[in-house]
Each structure stands twice: as C-alpha cells, then as structure tokens.
C-alpha cells in the first residue's frame, strides 16, 4: 500500500506540472486555463489526502507496535 500511494502522488505532481504548461498567464481565468487551474486544484488536494492517508498508517502501525 505504501508503494501505491507514492505512486499516486508523484502522478498527482506530474499531473500539476502538465497543467501549469497548459496556463495561459496573461488570461489566467479565460478558456482552457480555467480547466488548469482546476485540475491543479484536483490535484494539489489529492496530493494532500494522499499524504493524510499515509500520515495516518503511519500513526496506525506505530499503536500496532506498542
């Protein structure tokens, strides 16, 4: 589990990377950067819960231990 979640996150960094090429800077709210701007959103959260998730088996495994 712990190797899948790092793959999901480093595709959810992949995914941020690809839309910031697809912004248009000088019309940030307009077209096709609008869509980019919300999967950079999508991805930034997921990229959050998944670091959340792994934080969390973390926390599970240390109390398993004790």
Known sequence: ?????????FLAIGLIIFNFTLLDYNHPFE????VALVGIAAAFCAVFILLIFKM????????KNQ
Do not use: A, H, P, R
């Not at 589990?1 to 996150?9: A, E, N, R, Y």
């Open 56 to 63: 969390s088996k973390k926390i599970e495994d240390k109390l």
């Open 31 to 34: 077209g096709e950067s609008v």
């Open 1 to 9: 589990m712990k190797i899948f979640t790092t793959i999901l996150i």
